[in-house]
């Protein structure tokens, strides 16, 4: 059947015995310190120390004193160590000092002295007091070979003065040795062979010269007492000359000069730039020169040339070469990419002109035709150049014998070139070949001709008989 519900809960029972202690959990963190307590009582004295060692005692005679009652200790001033009067047992001169003075010993006292009225002294081993030769003054200047006083900062006696700090902080040379100095030297450094002091040696110099704007430093040479200044670089320039003390240019040579290697630029030792580099050659005062360099005359950068450069300005260009095109070109011609070899004027030489020809160079080699008929078209021609016209093309006053470009181009093309300007030249040579092919095929006619000449001659014997024998019969004919 259904089940029924549940009853009342019962009465709850006797607690049971406890159970045995579980494990004990972790420790926890440490909690806030607590106020501070109050101060306790003071303890109880402690027993007295044994007895320490006595005090110092003074000793008579140290010019120390000991006070054990008053735990003072002080120095007498009536003795020998320490004394307002005296300094090493020594007495100090009564003569109060000034500023910047310092006591010094003149043999009886401690006195007050100025130091630039007496130097520090370094002596020689073998001089004496009186004799000393290196002073070192208080003002910081130092004198070498001489006990004089000096306004220099190293002065340096004997024939030569080293001048410092004037302007600036630096080092100048003054050399005033007799015979080797300019009138108006500033200062320089002098090498002497030993014991041949201005006889034999050189040195570098500045000079500012009497009557001029120049400051020079000079490089110089004194041979047998002669000087001779060898190099000068004017500061205010900055062109040094060798072999002149003038330069008018940043580097200017009189004399041979001999390089292994010179590099010329235009300011970039590497890249392309279009700055003119040049070398050039001075005839005379008129500026008549040659000059061999890079763009010159703003032709470009890639163009080395040699040109005659007159007094009046007029440029002849001797030759020239192009890199990008690898032109060259020859007495005002400009190089270009359709001439790798171009003169203007006329070309000769001793031996013949030899042109590449193998056959290993050579592709599609076919031969050529019609050569006679293309003869037969051109037509030589006689004229003069103008030269009036074309100036710069230096042409030949000679009367010519040619072709004329424009016909041969329309004949034979191959043997016509176009310049950048539309000017046609004639290659001659490219003409050789075809006159070759015609003068062949007008033998093979000629060939022709006499093989049919000779076989009319021979029919003209044949006939030449059988009209004798005609004339024969005639002639019997006409007696019977």
């Known amino acids: 059947g259904l089940t029924g519900s549940n009853g009342v809960d019962g009465a709850v029972g006797a607690t049971g015995p406890q159970g045995t202690d579980g494990a004990a959990g972790p420790k926890g963190d440490i909690g806030l310190t607590g106020p501070a307590g109050t101060n306790g009582i003071d303890g109880p004295k402690g027993d007295k120390g044994d007895t320490g060692n006595p005090a110092p005692v003074y000793t008579a005679g140290t010019g120390i004193n000991v006070d054990n009652t008053a735990h003072v200790i002080s120095a007498l001033n009536t003795t020998a160590l320490w004394n307002a009067n005296q300094l090493q047992g020594r007495p100090i001169n009564a003569v109060a000092p000034t500023n910047n003075q310092v006591l010094t010993w003149d043999g009886s006292n401690w006195t007050p002295a100025s130091t630039n ?15 000393n030769t290196q002073d070192i003054y208080q003002t910081g200047n130092i004198s070498i070979g001489t006990s004089a006083a000096t306004a220099y900062r190293l002065n340096v006696f004997g024939g030569h003065q080293l001048i410092s700090g004037i302007v600036a902080p630096r080092l100048n040379f003054l050399s005033n040795g007799p015979g080797n100095t300019d009138a108006n030297s500033q200062g320089g450094i002098s090498f002497w062979e030993a014991g041949a002091e201005n006889t034999w040696g050189g040195g570098l110099e500045f000079n500012s010269p009497a009557g001029t704007a120049a400051n020079r430093l000079d490089i110089y040479g004194v041979s047998s007492s002669v000087k001779k200044t060898i190099a000068s670089f004017d500061v205010q320039t900055g062109k040094l000359g060798i072999g002149t003390i003038t330069p008018g240019k940043e580097l200017d040579i009189k004399g041979v000069m001999r390089s292994q290697n010179l590099i010329i630029d235009a300011g970039l030792y590497s890249g392309n730039y279009s700055s003119t580099s040049e070398i050039d050659f001075i005839r005379n005062a008129a500026n008549d020169r040659w000059i061999l360099g890079s763009s010159l005359n703003s032709r470009g950068n890639n163009t080395f040339e040699f040109i005659h450069l007159t007094g009046t300005g007029t440029i002849e260009r001797i030759f020239a070469y192009d890199y990008t095109t690898k032109g060259f070109a020859i007495n005002n011609a400009n190089p270009s990419s359709t001439y790798k070899f171009y003169v203007n004027g006329t070309a000769g030489g001793t031996s013949a002109w030899a042109n590449a020809s193998d056959r290993r160079y050579k592709k599609d080699i076919l031969p050529i035709t019609n050569a006679l008929n293309k ?46 300007k539309g000017y046609l030249s004639v290659s001659y040579t490219t003409l050789i070949p075809v006159l070759i092919e015609a003068i062949k095929e007008q033998q093979i006619q000629i060939s022709s001709r006499d093989k049919r000449l000779k076989i009319l001659e021979e029919v003209q014997k044949k006939q030449q008989v059988e009209l004798d024998d005609l004339k024969e019969l005639v002639k019997q004919a006409i007696k019977k």
């Open 375 to 420: 003869i037969k078209k051109m037509q030589g021609v006689g004229y003069n150049w103008r030269t009036d016209d074309f100036k710069n093309m230096d042409f030949d006053k000679k009367h010519q014998l040619g072709v004329i470009a424009q016909d041969i181009e329309k004949i034979i093309p191959e043997a016509v070139t176009k310049d950048k």
């Open 117 to 131: 009225a007496e130097p520090w002294r370094v002596t020689g081993t073998a001089n004496e007091a009186n004799s």
